[in-house]
């Protein structure tokens, strides 16, 4: 491997192709100047999904995991494997010397993340998360410029609502198995307890409500198609719902709002529709003492995963701080918990 | 007084105009038909109020509050006095034999609203209250209709964001007394509450959270600028942001918004402005699997007053049910109570 202007090109070894998320992970890291070189993935992956991968990323050759892992060339692992799947391939990547990017939820449970602590600590390799809705959002990223340019004061609360399209049909079985995929806060929970964290500059937070429920897929006893989190952070406050409702009459997947309220003024993010408004995704509307501004963020890029490139070549944690990616999991997994009453609040 | 066609002309005693919404609750009885006939109001209110009420209504006839409780040719009292005086008008008045519309919040504290249930039963008069960001929002009215027609299945939750311009040069020194103001979610919370059991359908609910602050206002230590509430009811769950910081670039008092989420589609209401978007107020979102709609809701209509015209005629509570102004009410003070660290949860 020849030493590059700008160091040496990261080679990224992906295993684990489930959830439809790993192909902004992939995109991500290429264009951050990554090269993907090798993936593998198990055996509840279907056909349409190794065909897609094969053909989006003809460069990367399909190897088992086993040759992943023992590839001393590749540096980083990516994950998108079947959520409960993602922590104990976090954990043979980073014994193997690599860093790690998983999808979200990075566990579906606390014995998992406990795990993955004790790993992360015994190896000093990164484990970061893919949260796609900020990381993968340039509205998220317009919205940290507008707060540290101090156009909203100090973020007092952010409220988030992130619907999803159920589309039944076109999910895994493994999607329904609630100790496969995790509970509803466990999973799409993470999305927003990490929003909340990230724009209130929270490090400790407490969960003051959660809960989870099925209001309108009788079809689907054990699934969980509607939740809500209330947190106290040590920087703000959060509320968020999150659920599987999505109408079809929507051309995307949800519409994701995400509104940050300021000493001095709110952010609203629509990061996927302005209904019945404004084409296209990221925008933003910012509302303080000069007035009423609509952003379109299309542009404002997503740094997340040059950071991440970087950090591996300097072991920094610029692009998300190891204890982040903890704390949220932790969070969610315990909403999760408190939400299906087997924890005491 | 003859008879009309219609029924009698309903007379209209106004005591007290502390509060503008009393323009509002007069416009209203007189869309409705009503005709109001005398006028009272207290020491603190100021010259400017008393002129543009006395301008505004020139056919009322300002007289003491006494000689309009005992004026047997008025049936309903309007008040608008400082928050913390319109419940002992309103035992007043209903011993007088009237009916009573108050704005809100109706009482400021617990002992209040039980003196207000000991009066209407010993009475059966109606005591109604003004919640004027639904009964006085067309886009709320527009939000009946479409839920009425099943547009978006069984309301599961309604997140409310009432940000209030606080404007601090305009407000009488009772705004900043709690105990005649009553805190954030006394008196704001309330009509946060009322949408939430209304739109749910809620005849019952428990407080799960509730918390207040002063986050931006260092310079009246006491005062309370942000509340939250969270609720679940017998018939849906609730989340309520209120402050007072909605920034001084807004045109309007508030951006506030109404988010009601059904199992088959969402409504989101935006009430006084479109952010960066349409002109005016009453705007309506409807996203269900049909597609993506907006509503102007202009010249849906507030059809409350003449509903409350009817009840007083008829001895019928169309309008509001009694017990619904008891419950929000009663939320509301237990919500500030718990939010001041004052109940358990």
Chains 1, 2 share one sequence.
């Not at 006893?221 to 920087?235: A, K």
Request: overall charge negative.
């Amino acid at each position: 491997m020849a030493d590059e202007p700008g160091g040496p090109e990261l080679k990224i070894g992906v295993i684990g192709i489930d959830h439809g998320h790993i192909v902004g992970m992939v995109d991500g890291m290429l264009d951050a100047g990554a090269k993907v070189v090798a993936w593998a993935t198990g055996v509840q992956t279907s056909n349409e999904q190794r065909e897609a991968f094969q053909k989006g990323y003809p460069e990367a050759v399909e190897k088992s995991a086993r040759e992943i892992l023992e590839d001393e060339t590749i540096s980083l692992v990516l994950s998108a494997a079947i959520n409960a799947h993602r922590a104990d391939i976090a954990i043979a990547a980073m014994r193997h010397g690599k860093d790690v990017l998983v999808d979200k939820p990075g566990c579906v449970n606390l014995d998992q993340l406990s795990r993955v602590r004790e790993v992360v600590t015994e190896t000093n390799k990164i484990w970061s998360i893919y949260f796609a809705e900020r990381v993968n959002a340039e509205s998220s990223t317009l919205a940290d410029q507008l707060i540290a340019q101090g156009r909203i004061g100090d973020v007092v609360q952010v409220i988030g609502q992130g619907p999803h399209s159920l589309s039944p049909s076109t999910r895994p079985s493994w999607f329904w198995d609630l100790n496969l995929a995790g509970g509803i806060l466990a999973d799409l929970g993470t999305h927003q307890i990490d929003q909340f964290l990230h724009f209130t500059g929270s490090r400790e937070a407490t969960i003051l409500s959660a809960f989870v429920d099925n209001v309108a897929t009788p079809e689907r006893p054990g699934f969980q198609d509607f939740g809500e989190v209330l947190l106290e952070g040590d920087e703000g406050r959060g509320f968020a719902r999150v659920d599987w409702l999505s109408p079809k009459g929507l051309p995307v997947l949800g519409d994701g709002r995400i509104m940050i309220m300021g000493t001095e003024g709110s952010i609203e993010l629509r990061k996927f529709i302005d209904l019945a408004g404004r084409d296209g995704a990221d925008h933003l509307f910012l509302a303080n003492d000069k007035g009423v501004n609509y952003f379109d963020a299309g542009g404002a890029g997503k740094p997340f995963f040059v950071r991440l490139l970087k950090d591996i070549e300097n072991r920094t944690y610029t692009a998300m701080s190891q204890e982040h990616a903890f704390l949220v999991t932790d969070l969610a997994l315990r909403a999760q918990s408190i939400g299906e009453g087997e924890e005491n609040w």
